[in-house]
């Protein structure tokens, strides 16, 4: 069936450094690709998405790219700061029935 | 985008009692609503779908009977606990939206004593 697999969390980083979560997904025709965001004690943000295949989705320095030859949508900053720790949740919109499937999530922790 | 409100944002009840959430959306009709529940540490599994004016669709292992889902209008969809128990409290999350625009509520921090 349908799912999207995340890397493991959490993560930690220093400020700065280069982030990288990683996604997967299976699922039956194009699906849309949506990363969210989850702040600690808060609903979801939408990050940003993508809704075909090479499109690159982009917000606030975080960028993301619909790769359908590996099924990938793999999240990546340049340079994180402290206020980018949060939850991060991959996922993806089944055209029919308007299902959004979502990763495990993937928890962020950047210190100075 | 449009907005989707969560009333209450938190509640703590006694165990056994029923607890209501509402899920309004604001500016948008919401002909389609999901309910979302999520666990400390974990993602957001899907509960229910609901289509405004029908019963709602229940996913896999989710008791229709204990949480009762209304679709009244384009407007509103409510969530009730029924019987709550301790192992109910949990963060419920509704979502409305149309083709790539998905909106979602702030939130319900439910807390069963």
């Known amino acids: 069936g349908d799912s999207v697999t995340q890397m493991e969390g959490p993560v930690t980083l220093s400020e700065e450094a280069f982030l990288t979560i990683n996604c997967t997904y299976t699922?039956?025709?194009?699906?849309?690709l949506f990363w969210y965001v989850q702040y600690p004690g808060e609903g979801l943000q939408l990050l940003l998405k993508?809704?075909?295949?090479?499109d690159k989705g982009s917000n606030k320095g975080f960028e993301a790219t619909y790769r359908k030859e590996t099924t990938s949508f793999h999240l990546e900053k340049g340079s994180v700061q402290v206020s980018d720790s949060a939850v991060y949740f991959c996922?993806?919109?089944?055209?029919?029935?308007?299902?959004?499937?979502f990763g495990q999530g993937t928890e962020l922790s950047v210190k100075p | 985008g449009a907005v989707v409100s969560q009333h209450p944002s938190w509640v703590i009840c006694k165990s056994g009692t029923s607890v209501k959430i509402e899920c309004r959306s604001l500016?948008?009709?919401?002909?389609?609503m999901f309910w979302y529940r999520q666990f400390p540490k974990q993602s957001l599994m899907l509960m229910a779908t609901?289509?405004?004016?029908?019963?709602?669709?229940?996913e896999q292992g989710v008791e229709k009977d204990k949480f009762l889902i209304n679709h009244a209008s384009l407007t509103l969809s409510t969530l009730t606990v029924t019987s709550a128990h301790p192992e109910d409290s949990s963060f419920y999350i509704c979502?409305?939206?149309?083709?790539?625009?998905?909106?979602f509520g702030p939130g319900t921090r439910l807390t069963v004593t």
């Open positions: 609901s289509n405004e004016g029908s019963k709602a669709t229940y």
């Open positions: 996922a993806h919109l089944k055209n029919q029935g308007g299902k959004l499937i």
């Open positions: 699922a039956t025709g194009y699906p849309s």
């Open positions: 993508a809704t075909k295949a090479d």
């Open positions: 500016d948008f009709q919401a002909t389609t």
């Open positions: 979502r409305t939206g149309e083709g790539n625009e998905q909106y």
